[in-house]
């Protein structure tokens, strides 16, 4: 019997080196070939989590509009009342389920004030912004809550008032009387929440002064020019605050009408900008 076991297991075979060898080789492949599309998959969630964003900013706009006479919410204005001076989001913050934000910074004398400025609002921020981080901006107006989206200046922000010795933006049009329509007319750009080259940053509500479209720590895309968008920017390299930028393969503006579009990275220069300038009275180009 116990020669019958050692015959036995003189007779198992284990594997040779080449066998190891081949086998750890297939596994390397299978991962080699899973991991794009694990990658792709994580994409898709990223960039769908972020059109749902902006789709809540198209109906938290028009709901804003409802109920204040089809007026849009100013990028910077003095709302009087309990929060006195408010921005483009804040504005927004009742219609995105944060009226808890408004309660806190009430009797404040702002929409930032009683540490309002340091509350995170999930909607406002895109998986893909690789400078968001904890949720806080690291640049400008540091440990700040940020933002991954910045509404469009020509849109929001080319009236200026002077309010109680300060100046204030706000909208020319209202919903109704966009002069190029609402499906023609871009209201939210995705725009990172820091530049470390820059020290600058975009700040959900921090005050923006009336001569910029955003400033240092502000969140409005505008009024240098109509700088087209930056696709998967470095962040401490090439991503630029005078851009609207974006982490995915395409940006995904807000239109007026409520809906969200995935722009192409090789939407020509004169189609962006017509779509930013809500009354330049030009028809829409084909890759619109």
């Not at 003189?10 to 794009?36: D, N, Q, S, W, Y």
Request: hydrophobic share 35%; with cysteine; glycine share 12%.
């Amino acid at each position: 019997m116990l020669q019958f076991l050692a015959k036995s297991r003189r007779g198992l075979k284990g594997f040779t080196l080449i066998e190891l060898l081949v086998v750890i080789a297939i596994i390397a492949i299978l991962i080699g070939l899973l991991l794009p599309a694990v990658q792709q998959v994580r994409a898709a969630a990223a960039k769908a989590q972020c059109s749902n964003n902006l789709k809540q900013f198209g109906l938290a706009i028009h709901n804003y509009a409802s109920n204040n006479g089809s007026n849009c919410p100013p990028i910077m204005f003095y709302a009087g009342g309990t929060i006195a001076w408010n921005t483009f989001w804040g504005a927004l913050m009742p219609y995105m389920e944060q009226q808890g934000i408004v309660n806190l910074a009430a009797n404040s004398g702002a929409i930032w004030g009683n540490n309002a400025h340091l509350q995170i609002v999930k909607p406002y921020q895109c998986p893909s912004d690789p400078t968001m981080g904890s949720g806080l901006c690291t640049t400008g107006a540091g440990g700040w809550a940020g933002t991954s989206y910045a509404p469009n200046y020509y849109m929001f922000g080319t009236n200026t008032s002077n309010i109680n010795g300060s100046a204030a933006n706000s909208s020319q049009y209202n919903i109704g009387n966009i002069p190029d329509g609402t499906s023609n007319t871009i209201g939210v750009v995705e725009r990172y929440s820091s530049f470390n080259n820059y020290g600058w940053s975009n700040a959900q509500i921090y005050p923006t002064g009336a001569n910029w479209g955003w400033n240092s720590q502000g969140s409005a895309w505008g009024p240098w020019g109509l700088y087209q968008p930056q696709i998967k920017p470095t962040p401490h390299g090439s991503a630029h605050p005078y851009y609207p930028q974006t982490g995915h393969s395409s940006m995904n503006v807000t239109v007026m009408d409520g809906s969200v579009k995935s722009l192409s990275s090789t939407l020509s220069s004169t189609t962006w900008s017509y779509a930013c300038q809500p009354a330049d009275g030009q028809p829409m180009p084909g890759d619109w």
